[in-house]
């Protein structure tokens, strides 16, 4: 009898070493070798990851059809046939996934927990039975009384808050036009018949109810909770993960039952488990947000199917999450209330375009080096933005504390939003107020000029759509003139700030009321 074999894997890349490293030898991270023991007589992991999961109820006619390799054909020969996409009942997800849900795919998503993922989805199953006679909900860490208690709360998901739907959205299979659940009236998650739960954690009875039940779409919640009977290791470690991942996506594509996967995040923020996991699967989707704000982002990072680094915005509330209809009102303050270092940017995720206001707060430091603090924009971006209006326009800003957030918590990385920072700062350190009908887009470079950001129009149509009459542009470029946009051109900061902040503007506080307070 052969003896069992302990061995090391990177949790990150997934390979193997006999022995334990710092380092990992392939990928270089630190610390993410795991011990695993490997019983030479049970093979069934390996064989399970080559030939995928055979179902005991297949004859052998069907396996030894599936056997017979398949011939190459020429590319020019290959049909095109437009898939039909399943929609999901939000516009948001959709948007996200390219426009709907392609039949067969495999969607990854990962969040902190408490996020909303399991919300998310159960909502979306809860729209999708609306539509669709079989949908299955596999839960490894509720039981079928808590998904219930859960479904119960949420009610109708996100129905009296939903956006009006487009017609093509509010038609069925018929062409009829239709309600929320078909029939005129709404109906709640708890009560759904084509909607099906399984609370279960073994990888091989999930596979048998699949292949019985067959329905068009099936949640995973979540696959670092699952386990392969035949592998040794514990759930959530690197072999079991990539396993029962593999054995989902062959009964996945054979059976052509779309999976919707959720995945637990480490304390970086990134999918737990081997990089292999994000490989497998088609789409890749995060669920972020700020735990004191009540917005939410689905964010795409990988689609087979679609564009990456597309948005959609949602807005969690006592019944569930919401669709957001227009997420630049939710990032905009009032603007009869400005206050002195805000201004206007338009930043752009995937092909949606947001206005964002950025608030800057410059003062006097009581440290011996001052503080510098972000909220939803890059620090390093802050630093040297400071550094560019010091050097190239003489505001001396080193010796200063200087804020920096954008409304509502909504990341802003991007470098189109460089001007918009530097004309906050420069507002706030002259206590200044910026035109509240005036955006400002534009990179800036380390010389202090103003450099062109790609899908201009894009953002100018949005600016002018909620009602902006100015916009600050770099220079270099032929801008749309039947926006209603007074466009100016700039090619350097200091250019920039004078159109901005005109000089003959006085200070919005006193310095002498100040000092009789």
Same mark, same amino acid.
């Given at each position: ?20 490293? /710092? ?6 991270? =630190?610390?993410? #070798? ?11 992991? %390996? ?19 599936? %056997? ?124 759904? *018949?084509? #909607?099906?739960?399984? *609370? ?29 009977? @035949? ?19 062959? !009964?996945?594509?054979?059976? @052509? ?15 737990? /488990? *081997?990089?292999? #996991? ?22 795409? !990072?990988?689609?087979?199917?679609? %564009? ?54 410059? @003062?006097?430091?009581? =440290? ?8 939803? !924009?890059? =620090?390093?971006? &802050? ?35 460089? &001007? ?58 032929? =801008? ?38």
């Amino acid at each position: 009898m052969a003896k069992t074999k302990t061995v090391y894997i990177c949790n990150v890349c997934a390979s193997e070493s006999l022995q334990w490293f /710092g380092k990992c030898p392939t990928c270089d991270t =630190y610390g993410s #070798l795991e011990e695993q023991v490997i019983n030479p007589n049970n093979n069934v992991g %390996a064989s399970f990851s080559r030939a995928g999961w055979q179902s005991k109820t297949r004859n052998n006619s069907q396996r030894e059809t599936e %056997a017979k390799p398949r011939a190459s054909v020429k590319f020019s020969d290959i049909t095109e046939e437009e898939q039909p996409r399943i929609e999901s009942g939000y516009h948001e997800l959709d948007r996200v996934l390219g426009g709907g849900i392609v039949p067969g795919s495999l969607v990854l998503i990962g969040g902190d927990p408490g996020i909303g993922k399991s919300t998310l989805l159960l909502q979306t199953a809860n729209q999708l039975s609306l539509r669709l006679p079989r949908i299955l909900y596999v839960s490894a860490e509720e039981s079928g009384q808590q998904i219930k208690l859960r479904a119960t709360r949420l009610q109708v998901g996100a129905l009296h808050h939903q956006p009006q739907e487009s017609e093509q959205h509010k038609q069925n299979g018929n062409g009829k036009k239709t309600t929320e659940n078909g029939t005129g009236k709404a109906q709640t998650i708890a009560s759904q *018949p084509n #909607l099906y739960v399984m *609370p279960e954690t073994d990888l091989e009875e999930i596979l048998k109810e699949l292949e019985s039940l067959k329905p068009q779409v099936a949640i995973i919640d979540s696959i670092q909770t699952l386990h392969f009977s @035949s592998i040794t290791s514990a759930p959530g470690s690197v072999s079991q993960v990539r396993e029962c991942t593999s054995a989902l996506m062959q !009964v996945a594509k054979r059976e @052509s039952i779309t999976l919707f996967i959720v995945g637990h995040v480490t304390k970086e923020g990134a999918i737990a /488990g *081997p990089r292999v #996991l994000e490989h497998l699967v088609d789409t890749v989707l995060y669920f972020e947000g700020d735990r004191y704000a009540s917005h939410r982002l689905l964010r795409s !990072v990988k689609n087979r199917f679609g %564009a990456t680094h597309e948005i959609g915005i949602f807005e969690m509330v006592d019944h569930g999450l919401v669709e957001v209809s227009n997420p630049s009102e939710l990032f905009l303050s009032s603007r009869d209330e400005q206050a002195p270092g805000t201004a206007t940017i338009v930043s752009c995720e995937g092909t949606r375009s947001i206005v964002v206001e950025l608030q800057a707060l410059v @003062s006097p430091t009581s =440290y011996t080096s001052p503080r510098r603090s972000t909220t939803g !924009v890059d =620090y390093n971006r &802050l630093q040297q933005i400071l550094a560019v209006l010091e050097k190239r326009v003489g505001i001396p800003l080193s010796k200063l504390d200087a804020y920096m957030a954008s409304a509502g918590g909504l990341g802003v990385e991007e470098p189109a939003a460089d &001007l918009g920072m530097a004309i906050a700062l420069v507002a706030s350190f002259r206590d200044r107020v910026v035109d509240p009908r005036t955006v400002l887009i534009g990179e800036i470079g380390l010389g202090g000029q103003v450099r062109l950001v790609s899908q201009m129009e894009l953002r100018l149509k949005e600016a002018a759509k909620l009602g902006f009459r100015r916009a600050i542009v770099p220079k270099g470029q032929t =801008y749309p003139s039947d926006l209603g946009l007074d466009i100016v051109t700039v090619g350097r900061v200091i250019d920039a700030i004078v159109v901005a902040i005109p000089n003959n503007q006085q200070p919005v506080t006193d310095p002498e009321e100040e000092m009789e307070g």
